[in-house]
Nanobody
Framework: QVQLVESGGGLVQAGGSLRLSCVAS????????MGWFRQASGEQRELVAT???????NYADSAKDRFTISRGNVKSTVYLQMNSLKPEDTAVYYC???????????????WGQGTQVTVSS
């Protein structure tokens, strides 16, 4: 059973920083892409940032120049360093992974349970 477990959310003042972590486990053969999405109350889930197995990154415009996504030395780990946080960054942040569980099998997408980030003004 694949599990993605996030940590690092919390309450921070505007201008502050947080670092989110996500660890994927459970019968994983290889991971294509890991990333972060977020969903504010009453809004749709949106992309924050992704990183491929080869290290290619993609950011939402709202995250560029403030957030940095990276993979850990253990490739099933992904981080999101968030600096200069704004109240509009308040949301539940979800870890995402597109991965293979078997050789030659299809890749599938998995999601974590989410971690709350609240930025006060």
């Amino acid at each position: 059973q694949v599990q993605l477990v996030e940590s690092g959310g919390g309450l921070v003042q505007a201008g502050g920083s947080l670092r989110l972590s996500c660890v994927a486990s459970g019968g994983i053969r290889s991971i294509n892409v890991m990333g972060w999405f977020r969903q504010a109350s009453g809004e749709q889930r949106e992309l924050v940032a992704t990183i491929t197995r080869g290290g290619i990154t993609n950011y939402a415009d709202s995250a560029k120049d403030r957030f940095t996504i990276s993979r850990g030395n253990v490739k099933s780990t992904v981080y999101l360093q968030m600096n200069s946080l704004k109240p509009e960054d308040t949301a539940v942040y979800y870890c995402y992974a597109d991965l293979y569980r078997t050789l030659g099998g299809p890749s599938r997408s998995y999601w974590g349970q989410g971690t709350q980030v609240t930025v006060s003004s």
